[in-house]
């Protein structure tokens, strides 16, 4: 199921959530530039649980829903801003 225009919700959650702070867009597109879609996806992964306080349960959600991203996508449009 789409939604928003990109293939599912964690996708187009993503995306905003990295556009929505220079910062972190910066971050995402050198991960990009640098290692294309495996960095990126790491570099998400990492801050998400940089920032999950050591909760077991929110980073084992935060890893399944990382699972979802089409990730060819986000960076596709991260490179296209």
């Given at each position: ?54 909760d ?26």
């Amino acid at each position: 199921m789409t939604y928003n225009g990109w293939s599912n919700k964690f996708t187009w959650d993503v995306f905003t959530c990295l556009t929505n702070d220079e910062g972190l867009y910066k971050q995402a597109l050198q991960s990009v530039k640098e290692g294309g879609i495996p960095e990126l996806r790491e570099f998400v992964k990492d801050y998400l649980h940089q920032h999950s306080d050591g909760d077991t349960f929110l980073t084992e959600l935060i890893t399944d829903a990382l699972d979802d991203v089409v990730w060819w996508e986000v960076a596709d449009a991260l490179q296209s801003q």
